[in-house]
């Protein structure tokens, strides 16, 4: 399975420039995304989930730029990963968005599985980060206890790329799931809609 994902994701790196990628090879990409199978891009993409979580409870808690340093880099002794977190920090300290250190933490996956990444894919992923906020935003009021009705009355004052009927589903398939596998795979068929829907205008 690498050594397929390894194919497609050099494949999409041929219009690399406009992130514009060729309908076979974003079909691919996608399967890759919603496998039922671990391979790198989903656990990849589970990983810039996970961290789009945290830095979303950082961003909602108002955790000061010392409290975040001080929850991600105490205790770890390995350099390499010292390294990366601290590039998830700056990230973050940039913009101040949770979907900064996602596709950060992305991308870092995707590169140390040996797939190829670029900076114009790097802008639609974050962009499509960005749009998972609201699956994220889901989880968190299920795991804090929340009713799918009290969600869905919050999420109707939002704007959402969704609409209200999709948000409404999407939702109550969030609060059926079993376990955070589950919930992860539905995050990651709204990345990949969202990778389909704005291929070629990041």
Not at 64 to 92: F, K, M, N, Y
Not at 163 to 186: C, H, M
Request: glycine letters at 2%; charged letters at 25%.
């Amino acid at each position: 399975m690498k050594k397929i994902a390894f194919v497609v994701l050099t494949l999409l790196l041929s219009q690399a420039s406009t992130a514009q990628l060729a309908a076979d090879d974003l079909q691919r990409f996608q399967i890759l995304l919603v496998s039922t199978t671990n391979n790198p891009v989903r656990d990849c993409a589970d990983s810039g989930m996970n961290k789009l979580y945290i830095y979303r409870v950082y961003q909602v808690t108002r955790k000061t730029d010392a409290e975040i340093d001080e929850a991600q880099l105490p205790g770890v002794q390995d350099e390499a990963l010292q390294v990366q977190l601290r590039r998830e920090i700056a990230a973050w300290q940039r913009v101040r968005m949770p979907n900064a250190p996602a596709q950060v933490k992305f991308d870092a996956c995707l590169n140390e599985a040996g797939l190829p990444t670029s900076e114009a894919l790097s802008r639609l992923h974050l962009h499509c980060f960005g749009n998972s906020l609201f699956a994220i935003d889901v989880l968190q009021a299920k795991d804090t206890k929340q009713s799918a009705a009290q969600v869905k009355a919050r999420m109707a004052r939002v704007r959402l790329a969704l609409s209200p009927t999709q948000a409404s589903g999407f939702i109550d398939e969030v609060f059926a799931a079993r376990n955070r596998d589950e919930e992860f795979a539905l995050a990651r068929e709204l990345f990949s809609s969202c990778v389909a829907a704005n291929n070629g205008r990041h």
